[in-house]
């Protein structure tokens, strides 16, 4: 079944700096990559995503790429600010259209925003 | 629209008790999935629902058990509970045509004594 790795498991970083954080994914059929922030005591909320016909993606100060020949995508954010401080997620699946599908995440990063 | 709802938020059981969790999608989301999440191992999946049927399932032992409901809503059971069982389990839904996309519920924290 697909293994998704991310790293660091934790970064800390001074507020206006850049934070980037990086998941390798086994299963070449996958093909939908989201990203989750999970703030402490809250639900995982859904903050970018990116499928595979797409290199890149940006919100505001965020911003996805993937390399799938690789196999691996990343999480870019810019100006960071404290409330960026949270648990980020990274998730790989391979359905589309209603076929089966689940999202297997990797372990976590824990962002921390230094004022 | 509102929100992905679980029920209850908070429960305390104890070892050899069996435990029912309700989750709500948001409507008009047709499937359902569910996830526990720990320290130690993240977030895992734990099945998916769609249309009443068991679409997919991860790798949990049986006690570990599911359903939905012609509503969209969803149920999980988990018997003979063990004290590695105590977890946040979280539920999220999607939308019959943008399948991947989920939106979580605030989860149940179960913690079994």
Known sequence: GENVEQHPSTLSVQEGDSAVIKCTYSDSASNYFPWYKQELGKRPQLIIDIRSNVGEKKDQRIAVTLNKTAKHFSLHITETQPEDSAVYFCAASRGSGGSNYKLTFGKGTLLTVNP | ?113
């Open chain 2, 1 to 113: 629209k509102a929100g992905v709802t679980q029920t209850p938020r908070y429960l305390i059981k104890t070892r050899g008790q069996q435990v029912t969790l309700s989750c709500s999608p948001i409507s008009g989301h047709r499937s359902v999935s569910w996830y526990q999440q720990t320290p130690g191992q993240g977030l895992q999946f734990l099945f998916e629902y769609f249309s009443e049927t068991q679409r997919n399932k991860g790798n949990f032992p049986g006690r570990f058990s599911g359903r939905q409901f012609s509503n969209s809503r969803s149920e999980m059971n988990v018997s003979t509970l063990e004290l590695g069982d105590s977890a946040l389990y979280l539920c999220a839904s999607s939308a019959r045509d943008r399948a991947e996309t989920q939106y979580f519920g605030p989860g149940t924290r179960l913690l079994v004594l």
